[in-house]
Protein backbone atom coordinates (compact mmCIF):
# COMPACT_ATOMS: atom_id res chain seq x y z
CA UNK A 1 0.00 0.00 0.00
CA UNK A 2 1.38 3.44 -1.18
CA UNK A 3 2.64 5.82 1.50
CA UNK A 4 0.78 9.41 1.70
CA UNK A 5 0.87 12.59 3.63
CA UNK A 6 -1.56 14.75 5.11
CA UNK A 7 -1.61 18.34 6.64
CA UNK A 8 -3.94 20.76 8.06
CA UNK A 9 -5.64 22.13 10.88
CA UNK A 10 -8.35 21.60 13.35
CA UNK A 11 -10.14 23.68 14.73
CA UNK A 12 -13.18 24.19 18.10
CA UNK A 13 -12.48 23.43 21.75
CA UNK A 14 -9.04 21.55 20.73
CA UNK A 15 -6.52 23.15 23.11
CA UNK A 16 -6.50 22.48 26.62
CA UNK A 17 -8.59 19.26 26.32
CA UNK A 18 -5.47 16.74 25.69
CA UNK A 19 -5.61 16.93 21.62
CA UNK A 20 -2.21 17.16 20.82
CA UNK A 21 -1.34 14.17 23.23
CA UNK A 22 -4.52 12.05 22.25
CA UNK A 23 -3.31 12.50 18.70
CA UNK A 24 0.30 11.50 19.03
CA UNK A 25 -1.28 8.27 20.98
CA UNK A 26 -3.45 7.63 17.59
CA UNK A 27 -0.15 8.15 15.63
CA UNK A 28 2.03 5.99 17.41
CA UNK A 29 -0.82 3.13 17.67
CA UNK A 30 -0.96 3.93 13.81
CA UNK A 31 2.75 3.55 13.26
CA UNK A 32 2.25 6.91 11.44
CA UNK A 33 5.00 9.52 11.58
CA UNK A 34 4.55 13.18 12.12
CA UNK A 35 4.06 16.05 14.43
CA UNK A 36 1.06 18.04 16.24
CA UNK A 37 1.18 21.21 17.32
CA UNK A 38 -1.10 24.36 19.18
CA UNK A 39 -1.48 27.45 17.17
CA UNK A 40 -2.12 30.80 18.99
CA UNK A 41 -5.06 31.56 17.32
CA UNK A 42 -6.73 28.24 19.04
CA UNK A 43 -5.93 25.38 16.54
CA UNK A 44 -4.03 22.63 16.33
CA UNK A 45 -1.64 22.46 13.19
CA UNK A 46 -1.28 18.24 12.18
CA UNK A 47 1.49 16.68 9.66
CA UNK A 48 1.13 13.23 9.43
CA UNK A 49 2.06 10.16 6.94
CA UNK A 50 2.57 6.31 6.98
CA UNK A 51 0.38 3.85 5.23
CA UNK A 52 -2.97 5.07 3.49
CA UNK A 53 -5.39 2.88 5.71
CA UNK A 54 -3.42 4.10 8.91
CA UNK A 55 -3.80 8.01 7.44
CA UNK A 56 -7.49 7.21 6.37
CA UNK A 57 -7.97 6.15 10.38
CA UNK A 58 -6.47 8.99 12.18
CA UNK A 59 -8.12 11.65 9.39
CA UNK A 60 -11.32 9.88 10.73
CA UNK A 61 -10.24 10.44 14.35
CA UNK A 62 -9.46 14.19 14.12
CA UNK A 63 -12.94 14.75 13.01
CA UNK A 64 -13.99 13.86 16.69
CA UNK A 65 -10.50 14.06 18.77
CA UNK A 66 -10.63 12.97 22.06
CA UNK A 67 -13.35 12.92 24.46
CA UNK A 68 -13.09 16.45 25.87
CA UNK A 69 -12.88 18.37 22.34
CA UNK A 70 -15.42 19.73 20.13
CA UNK A 71 -14.00 19.68 16.84
CA UNK A 72 -16.19 22.27 14.38
CA UNK A 73 -13.48 21.99 11.54
CA UNK A 74 -11.17 19.89 10.40
CA UNK A 75 -8.99 21.54 6.76
CA UNK A 76 -6.61 18.52 5.26
CA UNK A 77 -4.38 18.82 2.51
CA UNK A 78 -2.31 15.75 0.78
CA UNK A 79 1.02 16.75 0.46
CA UNK A 80 4.34 14.91 -0.79
CA UNK A 81 5.81 13.06 1.47
CA UNK A 82 8.13 15.05 4.41
CA UNK A 83 10.28 12.00 5.11
CA UNK A 84 9.68 12.31 8.77
CA UNK A 85 10.61 9.49 11.43
CA UNK A 86 8.79 9.21 14.49
CA UNK A 87 5.29 11.48 15.63
CA UNK A 88 6.12 14.80 18.31
CA UNK A 89 4.00 16.59 20.20
CA UNK A 90 5.68 20.43 19.08
CA UNK A 91 5.66 23.16 21.41
Do not use: K
Not at 15 to 41: C, H, I, K, S
Not at 49 to 71: D, F, I, K, R, Y
Amino acid sequence: MARVCRHGYVSGRVQGVYFRQATAAQAERLDLDGWVRNLADGRVEVLFEGEEAAVNELTSWLQQGPEAAEVTALELQEQALQGVAGFIVRR
